[in-house]
């Protein structure tokens, strides 16, 4: 069986992405004739062309761009590896939860007290980060487990313990004329000329077509809002953050958000087995959210394991 080495994944992803191999090996800090045989080794060893090369510049093939999506995974995974190696060397190194900032505030605060109050609890670092961004840093092994939002977050080859189901909630400044609603639907949420919809990056980086503007951190989202320039739909219990600017809504026809705690499969410490089980435990009652479209509920499955490609 042909087998690839790191270092050839690596050339050949700084050509991938950059498209030239002069700024390729710039990058990666080697002279530009290596990197170019390096590159043709690799194509007569795959016995396949991965770049067109013609004087209007460099270009993936089909092939390449298989290799491309393909190396990325493989390098992420060796980087895993060694950072997950390096952490068993340490098992009293804390561990790492990462979350979105400013997302399901109070029922992040009820996980970290259930957990630190369970025999045996693991001392826990939040790691906090922008929308879109727990996924990559558990795959990199930089997190050991992610608190994250079915089914706008990528969940893809994770293994999940559901949370908490909860309806959403549109947020809007607070002298607009919807803030004295008690409740509004998509309908009307979509179409309000003044106030276009906040749009975030979709799980490729794009962001999706629309007149709102693009963002990317909580603290953008929340002040274009007070400015009254955007409003958001998000899970009730993320509302947490609103500034008294603001004026939360419930949207009754909303896509229910199911808060889960995700983790690699292949990894299942104690550490993260003691989370897994506050989160299983934690008493919903005490949360203040608006309940999902049925009710607010908590999934009877203990755990579950979400595979397929990337949405």
């Known amino acids: 069986m042909e087998t690839l080495e790191t270092r050839e994944l690596r ?28 590159i043709q080794q690799l194509e007569r060893r795959l016995g396949v062309r991965l770049f067109d090369r013609d004087r209007s510049g460099v270009a993936l093939t089909e092939a390449g761009r298989v290799l491309q999506e393909e190396a990325g995974l493989a390098l992420t995974a060796v980087e895993a590896a060694v950072r997950r190696t390096r952490h068993a060397a340490t098992p009293s190194r804390p561990l790492r939860l990462a979350t979105k900032a400013g997302a399901s505030h109070e029922l992040l605060r009820m996980l970290l007290e259930a957990t630190a109050g369970a025999p045996g609890a693991p ?13 990559g840093l558990l795959r990199t092994g930089a997190a050991d487990a992610a608190v994250m939002h079915r089914p706008v977050d990528d969940l893809a080859g994770f293994e999940t313990q559901e949370i908490l189901t909860e309806g959403q909630v549109m947020i ?19 179409h309000l000329p003044d106030l276009p919809m906040a749009r975030w990056p979709q799980l490729d980086g794009t962001y999706p077509d ?35 600017q603001h004026a939360a809504i419930p949207v009754t026809d909303a896509t229910a958000i199911t808060t889960v705690l995700a983790w690699p499969p292949h990894v299942r410490s104690p550490a993260v087995e003691a989370l897994r089980e506050a989160a299983a435990a934690l ?29």
């Open 11 to 38: 050339y050949f992803t700084a050509v991938a992405e950059e498209l030239h191999f002069g700024r390729a090996a710039e990058r990666l800090g080697i002279a530009q004739p290596p990197l170019s045989r390096a």
């Open 123 to 135: 001392a826990i670092e939040v790691v906090l980060c922008e929308v879109g961004e727990q996924a």
């Open 172 to 190: 809007v400044p607070a002298g607009h004329p919807l803030a004295s609603r008690d409740q509004v639907t998509l309908a009307e949420v979509a």
């Open 210 to 244: 629309g007149p709102g503007p693009e963002v990317r951190t909580q603290s953008q989202l929340a002040q274009l809002v007070a400015l009254g320039l955007t409003l958001l739909v998000i899970p009730a219990s993320s509302r947490a953050w609103q500034w008294p």
């Open 283 to 311: 008493p919903l009652d005490e949360l203040d959210a608006q309940p999902a479209p049925a009710a607010q509920t908590r999934s009877a499955v203990a755990s579950t394991s979400t595979s397929g490609a990337k949405r």
